[in-house]
C-alpha cells in the first residue's frame, strides 16, 4: 500500500504532467470505486487541472474549483499513460481498470487508476472541498508539516494508553503513515511496536519524533523524481524491517521477526527494539519449533 512517501512522490509526479493540462474525458469503469455522485465524474471534463496535492495517502488532483480526490488502499496504483487507447475500456472480469482520464492533446495521454486482486479498497471522490470526504476530513496532522512540532507531538501521544504501533498508522493521529513506515520509525527509534505510547519518556518522544521525520523525509528524498511506474520497487528496496522477515538487519545482523495478525503483520528487530527478546507470536513459534 502507498504510504505518504509514495504518495508525496505520485503527486510531484503528477503536478509535474498534470498542471495547466486540460481533462479531456473521464471514463469510470469499476463503478464501486466511485463513491461520490454530485458532481459526476463528468463535471471535470473542460476543465483546467492544478494544483495537485496530497492529504495524507490521499492525492488530491484539483481541477477549475472541484478535486478528484483519490485513495488507492491496499492493492490500487496509478499508471501514467503516454498514449491511451481511444476505443472505452470495457468493465467486469479481470479487467483492473477502475477509472480513465484523458487529457486533451494530440498526444492521447492520460492515466489509468487500476486496482489489483479482490479486496476492493479503491476510493475515488468528486467534491467541491477536499474535507467532504470523510477521511481527508478526519486526518491528524501531517507529520512532514514544518509548522507540527515536537510540542505538537507530545501533545498528540498525552495520555494515549495504546501500543506505539497502532498509534502511528492511525490517520486521525498522524496523517500518512500505514503499517510499513510505522515498522521502519520504530526500528529507527529502537523502540518496541508494543511500547504503551504514553509511557513514553521526554526523551524517548524526542527519538520518536526524530525518527518520524527522519525515516519520511528519507523516504521521500529516495522516491522524489522517480516514475509512478517506478515507486513501489523503490519503496521496497528502502524498506530496513518491514515485509523483510528472516532476514539480518541491517543495523545489527540479528534476524528480523514477525507479529501475524489476521490481515497484517509487523516486523522489527528484537536487538534494536526489544531488549533482544522476542515478541509473543504463535504463528512464528510455531514455524520456528
Ligand atoms: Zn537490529
Redesign the pocket.
Known sequence: MPELPEVEALSAFLSERLTGRVIARVQPVAISALKTYDPPVTALEGLTVGPVTRHGKFLDIGAGGLHLVIHLARAGWLRWKEQLPAEPPRPGGRNPLALRVHLEGEAGDGFDLTEAGTKKGLAVYVVRDPAEVPGVARLGPDPLDPGFTLADFTALLHGERRRLKGVLRDQGVLAGVGNAYSDEVLHAARMSPYKVASSLTEEETARLFEALGGTLREAVERSRGLAAGELKAEKKSGLRVHGRTGQP?P????TVREVSFADSSLQY?P??QTGGRPLADRRMSRLLK
Open positions: 538487519c543495523v545489527c545482523g540479528d528487530c536487538t534494536c
